[in-house]
């Protein structure tokens, strides 16, 4: 589904003297379709950028994104949004990503209002949101509140529940677990795992934590300094040796 080809994003930081950071520095790997691919390294190495660059939500300096066959760079920004729904994105942080004014309910529902999921009565809205609501693990009556009513394992299953609604086939998750209290982060890795296996979704999934990301991935590449140097038959210690 997904094929990476030396993808590279540099930032310069020198105004007189052109000078660049090279945060992504010709990477390339690929991922099958129903896998997922563990993306682990120190914090600063690129693994963030990576997973920004693949949704084409920034630009990248060189390099080639082709998803399902198509290539996200030589796309127009019209035909780019047309194809987002099929990709999505969980940020690290859950209460970032959802509207603070908006009831949950309402924030669920915002893909169905804005045509992602087609025509769809008011009362078949109002039953999807509740089957939503079920699949991640809240209870009824959160609909009604606002973000700050609820806890931050609650408000990451609200971000996935409206990630479901959009009904996406790839995911980039982006250490989803990091801004989680250590009581509930094992809730919601096993969350994501069931929910990947039901809706058969296809998945990046990012960390610096080596453990959670062999226990989340079907395949480990391992980033250091903006480059991919180890992936796929790379044994465990050797992950260990490189992170």
């Known amino acids: 589904m997904i094929e990476v080809s030396d993808l590279k994003k540099y930032y310069s930081n020198g105004l007189i003297k052109k000078q660049y950071t090279r945060a992504v520095d010709g990477v390339s790997f690929h991922i099958e379709k129903g896998e997922t691919l563990g993306l682990v390294g120190e914090s600063g190495c690129g693994k963030t950028t990576v997973g920004r660059l693949l949704l084409h939500l920034i630009e990248p300096t060189s390099g080639k994104i082709m998803f399902d066959g198509i290539d996200l760079i030589a796309l127009k920004r019209s035909e780019l949004r047309k194809l ?48 939503l609501i079920e699949i991640v693990g809240l209870n009824p009556e959160h609909v009604n509140r606002y973000p700050y009513q609820l806890s931050g394992g609650q408000n990451q299953r609200v971000v996935l529940a409206r990630i479901l609604a959009i009904n996406p086939e790839f995911i980039v998750a982006d250490e989803p677990t990091a801004a989680l209290d250590v009581s509930v982060q094992a809730q919601i890795l096993h969350l994501i795992m069931n929910l990947k296996k039901d809706f058969g979704l296809t998945m990046l999934f990012i960390s610096h934590d080596l453990e959670v990301v062999r226990h989340m991935s079907d395949r480990i590449a391992v980033m250091e300094l903006g480059r991919i140097v180890a992936v796929d038959s790379v044994k465990m210690d050797d992950c260990k040796r490189s992170v």
Do not use: V, W, Y
Request: charged content about 30%; glycine content about 6%; hydrophobic content about 30%.
């Open 84 to 131: 987002r729904p099929r990709m999505q994105m969980i940020f690290q942080d859950p209460e970032s990503s959802l509207n603070p004014r908006m009831k949950i309910g309402e924030s669920i529902a915002e893909p169905f209002r804005l045509g992602l999921r087609g025509k769809i009565c008011t009362h078949e809205i109002k039953r999807q949101i509740q089957d």
